[in-house]
């Protein structure tokens, strides 16, 4: 099982990533997995996307450090949940990998999403970014920008855990530093009031980018 990064970013925080070798038969082999579990396997219209499914489960097995059956649902707003740990997780898979991210502490959410980079992102850019974000040179036409953008939207989605954010209306980047890691500030309208999140990223050698969020 090839973890090819694992940080622990607190004594509560751990985030890995995994690169999927592994056929669809070793990573069933690795897993406890229950007729509905099955079901959602055999609902993939590609093979890729069952085995992304399958790596998630596998590395969070691995980093709760179980042989036990882990019971990992979707709650009504489609956001994980361990039904038999206190804790908070987040998955995200692309293409050829799979991460997972996971908080001890029941008061810190998280929230994580790595995407591939390529270019036709710039396509969409008006449907997720405000023209002020987008008028930010770090942003507006970099590729690698737009990227941190979306992941960093992408993983305060995926903290709040439900369905009634929107990215361009409801989540604002403030202007940060591009670098391959780095991190920034957005403002995140919730029903409860405005709360300003921090958020970290990086760009992986194969051109992947990663974001995640706690709090």
């Not at 396997?41 to 179980?66: G, N, P, V």
């Amino acid at each position: 099982m090839p973890i090819v990064f694992d940080l622990k970013i607190d004594e509560h925080t751990e985030l890995s990533v995994w690169k999927i070798e592994e056929s669809h038969e070793q990573l069933m082999a690795g897993l406890q997995l229950k007729q509905h579990e099955i079901d959602i396997i055999e609902s993939f219209k590609s093979e890729k996307r069952a085995l992304q499914w399958l790596s998630t489960r596998l590395l969070l097995r691995t980093m709760l450090d179980t042989k036990e059956y882990i019971d990992c649902q979707m709650d009504d707003h489609g956001k994980p949940y361990l039904v038999n740990y206190d804790y908070h997780i987040s998955l995200s898979h692309s293409y050829d990998y799979a991460a997972v991210m996971i908080s001890r502490d029941s008061n810190k959410k998280v929230g994580l999403d790595m995407e591939m980079i390529k270019h036709k992102i710039k396509l969409v850019r008006h449907k997720f970014l405000s023209d002020i974000e987008l008028s930010q040179k770090q942003i507006g036409n970099n590729i690698n920008g737009l990227y941190v953008c979306w992941c960093a939207k992408e993983a305060i989605y995926k903290w709040h855990g439900k369905k009634e954010l929107e990215f361009k209306r409801d989540i604002h980047i403030k202007p940060f530093k591009l670098r391959d890691e780095g991190g920034l500030n957005a403002l995140v309208e919730l029903p409860e009031g405005t709360k300003e999140l921090e958020i970290d990223y990086f760009k992986t050698a194969d051109g992947y980018m990663l974001a995640y969020v706690i709090g």
